[in-house]
């Protein structure tokens, strides 16, 4: 009786030691949440005009396109091109003005606006519709922690999901520029966090690969250059998950259908919903039949050798895209987003490789290794992956983690924007931070193992840390700008590599209040900035 009393109270502590474990996780995603808007202002950048507004346009048109608001839009000359006749985030289709980048971002905003609508008229302009954005992306960022959180628990510690979770939140450019305002990578970190749970969960649960499809089509829909990750990690699942493939195709179908009935609708004069659903259907069915039979044709081979081939041939495209020739305008194509934007032109992939690698590492004003120092530790592993005499599931995907980063790196490196244009940090390469995040795991082991190491990996932690501070306080776009020197940062793009002028030190010296508040109305859109020096 003794005992069983003992048992009952065991189980009524370790239920109770439980429940504050749970309390405490809740409370640090709270925390995250928190920090996130404790600036109290939107860091917008006109890229994300699109996203602001199709869920105004769905709840009061019904529809996607933006042609309501293009007089609106064209109020700002600075954001019409010399080769365009709109802003350069509207692309003209078949007399429908829609976004030039995805409209994903918008639909996770959708209830917000729609929650919004029943306590205020919205309309272009509305003095909340920067806030509703900024609260999406917030909570996109929050999921996609929890995301890296549950991941890490299952391939370490609690104690080290903590620790990579703050990593991710607060060391990198997920603060300072995803949970800022609602960009693309803002639903691509979201994506691609939510695959590596599910990539991470499968390894002892096979079967819940077959989710890997909702979330890879959602990482596709966010950015189609994502394709580069995906291609990478579908070989993954080919070889290792080969009898879930049909299950993995199946959940893909949500958001590609979404993509080719939008793009079906925009691109073409088809105009009848119902035939152009019936035919994103039988696209999908044969995408689907493509798929099982590559996946049965790899199958037959040895899979280091599929991956050389493989990665023969992502190389052959890379080198290829310096071959194609000029496209009479962008506008043909760039309703399918921004891969297709960027092999557009072979004008456009006319950059140094050495300078364009080296500077999304290593460029004091967009530099990785510049802004999150901490991410060094990403790549340590490397150095001992090769060496394991006894390979594990979890290293295999590692590789591929490193691979498609890797990739994604090649892809940009002769990208002749590679810098990001107007921003903060390593803006291209954003979307890979959840790999970033996740491949310091490993390196955990030799970091406590070793003191010097624990001393440099807090250092660079710190400042990684200090530097999106800066940023989530003082970030405006006048660096961008070149106010004091007079010439933007596109214009003059070797400013990114000063060492005298870099970002980080010039908004050290002019910090700000009130920033860059962006306001329309009826007739113009402005920014005011205040200098604390001249306040």
Not at 54 to 78: A, Q, T, V
């Amino acid at each position: 009786m003794r005992f069983k009393k003992f048992v009952m109270n065991k189980n009524l502590f370790s239920r109770i030691k439980n429940h504050f474990i749970r309390r405490k996780t809740i409370y640090f995603f709270l925390l995250i949440f928190f920090i996130y808007n404790i600036n109290l202002r939107v860091i917008h950048s006109a890229d994300n005009n699109t996203s602001w507004y199709i869920p105004l346009s769905l709840i009061k048109e019904k529809n996607f396109d933006l042609n309501e608001y293009i007089d609106y839009f064209l109020l700002n000359k600075e954001h019409i091109l010399i080769w365009r006749e709109m802003p350069y985030y509207l692309v003209e289709k078949n007399n429908y003005v829609v976004a030039n980048n995805s409209i994903l971002g918008s639909l996770f905003a959708l209830p917000f606006f729609i929650l919004a609508e029943l306590f205020f008229n919205l309309n272009f302009g509305h003095a909340i519709i920067p806030y509703l954005a900024k609260l999406t992306s917030t909570l996109l960022c929050v999921l996609s922690a929890i995301f890296i959180f549950y991941s890490v628990k299952r391939i370490s510690s609690r104690k080290n999901s903590y620790l990579i979770t703050m990593i991710f939140s607060f060391a990198s450019n997920v603060w300072v520029m995803a949970s800022q305002d609602l960009w693309n990578h803002t639903s691509s970190i979201f994506f691609l966090s939510m695959s590596s749970y599910i990539l991470i969960r499968s390894i002892r649960e096979k079967e819940f690969i077959k989710y890997l499809g909702f979330s890879l089509s959602g990482l596709f829909l966010s950015k189609s250059s994502n394709t580069i990750i995906i291609v990478m990690l579908l070989m993954y699942v080919i070889f290792y998950y080969h009898k879930f493939i049909r299950k993995f195709f199946l959940y893909t179908t949500p958001f590609l259908t979404l993509f080719l009935v939008y793009n079906f609708f925009f691109s073409t004069n088809m105009s009848n919903l119902f035939l152009i659903f019936i035919i994103s259907l039988l696209v999908e069915f044969v995408l689907y039949l493509v798929l099982i039979f590559f996946s049965y044709f790899l199958k037959q081979f040895k899979k280091k050798h599929v991956l050389i081939v493989i990665l023969s041939l992502m190389l052959l495209f890379y080198l290829s895209l310096l071959q194609i020739e000029r496209s009479e305008t962008i506008t043909k194509i760039n309703i399918f987003s921004d891969f297709f934007y960027i092999i557009a032109f072979s004008s456009l992939w006319n950059y140094s490789f050495i300078k364009g690698f080296f500077g999304l590492l290593l460029s004091p004003s967009r530099g990785l290794f510049v802004f999150s120092p901490i991410f060094i530790f990403s790549f340590v592993y490397l150095f001992f992956l090769f060496r394991k005499k006894k390979i594990q599931q979890i290293d295999r995907l590692y590789f591929y983690f490193i691979l498609s980063i890797i990739s994604f790196f090649l892809f940009f490196s002769k990208y002749f924007h590679w810098y990001g244009g107007w921003t903060y940090g390593y803006r291209m390469i954003i979307d890979l931070i959840p790999f970033f995040s996740i491949l310091i795991v490993p390196s955990l082991k030799f970091v406590k193992k070793y003191f010097f190491l624990r001393i440099i990996f807090l250092t660079f932690l710190i400042i990684s840390i200090l530097i999106q501070i800066i940023g989530i306080i003082s970030y405006d776009n006048s660096w961008n700008a070149g106010i004091d020197i007079g010439c933007d940062v596109d214009s003059c793009n070797e400013r990114v590599w000063s060492i005298s002028d870099n970002q980080i030190l010039y908004y050290l010296q002019n910090p700000r209040i009130n920033y860059c508040y962006i306001s329309f109305n009826q007739k113009n859109i402005f920014c005011e900035r205040k200098f604390l020096s001249k306040v």
